[in-house]
């Protein structure tokens, strides 16, 4: 089981990039699925982006194009590169991190899309 800790929300204009970093402590990060999911003001949570132990990625429709998420293990840190933000990108964006039984989330970085 792993730790997350999310940085780098903040912010930004419509328009702007804004990068996530999710830095995870304990064993075996790398084997780890980890994604990043969101919740919007009055909606519910829901998966922006996945990369999987071997680099497999999946998106939600409303950030392919837009959004990267990559993984570096040797920092036991995954990230999130978010381009062209939109408003409705604003949300509260949570780390996960995910391995048979084993589930964790961080305690999640508010991102603000506003002009």
Known sequence: Q???????GGLVQPGGSLRLSCAGTGS???????AWYRQ???KQRELVARITSSGTTNYADSVK???TISRDNA??????QMNSLKPED????YCYAGRSVLV???QGTQ?????
């Open 2 to 8: 792993v730790q997350l800790v999310e940085s780098g």
């Open 28 to 34: 075996a990060f790398s084997l780890y699925v980890m």
């Open 40 to 42: 919007a003001p009055g």
């Open 65 to 67: 194009g837009r959004f």
């Open 75 to 80: 920092k036991n840190t995954v990230y999130l």
């Open 90 to 93: 604003t949300a509260v964006y």
């Open 104 to 106: 964790n989330w961080g």
């Open 111 to 115: 991102v603000t899309v506003s002009s």
